[in-house]
């Protein structure tokens, strides 16, 4: 896949708009669009509806699907995928849980809620699938499920109490940061590394 889209722009953008937001919220508990989130969700679907909407971030759905993405990558010896397979994904998750979500210090609950760690894990994979899918159908299709999957999943954790809708904007906003980052990296590793064409 060519690596000469603006995904660092894309990933810089991303990561401002994220970094704004959670000084918006940091330390603060519903905001407004939170409050009417939270309401038609909780008037408008019933719990075990919920619990199924949350499923794609669960470990044992994100991991099957991100092992076989990186060992079909490898067996079509594309190793700047294989690497994006796996580096993009723990990079955000580990990057979110230790660093960002002290780092703005919004509760929910008992726990750190901002951003979310469901919908980083989730939207990382899912960016992942995109970027790596090849232009066309294939690349509509995986964009279209993964935001229709995206937008279950944020009802599923407002309704059950997880997060804020704010949460999973500033999730959503940090995994395609990360993955569009790492992807312009390696892209440009592997610039570098192919030989240069002989004039001669």
Known sequence: MSGRAPYGLVAVTCAVLMVVLGLLVSGKGLSGPD???DEWVRSTFGEDLLRLLVLPT?????IPVAVLTATLCLLGRRKPEVALTIAGPLVAILANTWVLKPLFGRWKNTWLAYP?????????????LVLLARPGVAKAVIAVVGAVALGGVTIGMI???YHYLTD?????LFAIAVVCATWTLLTWAARRRAPVPSDG
Do not use: D, I, K, Q
């Open 35 to 37: 409050a009417l989130a």
């Open 58 to 62: 669960e470990a044992y759905v994100l």
């Open 116 to 128: 979310s760690g469901h919908t980083v894990a989730l939207v990382a994979v899912l960016t992942v």
């Open 159 to 161: 309704g059950l109490g």
């Open 168 to 172: 999973v904007v500033g999730g959503t």
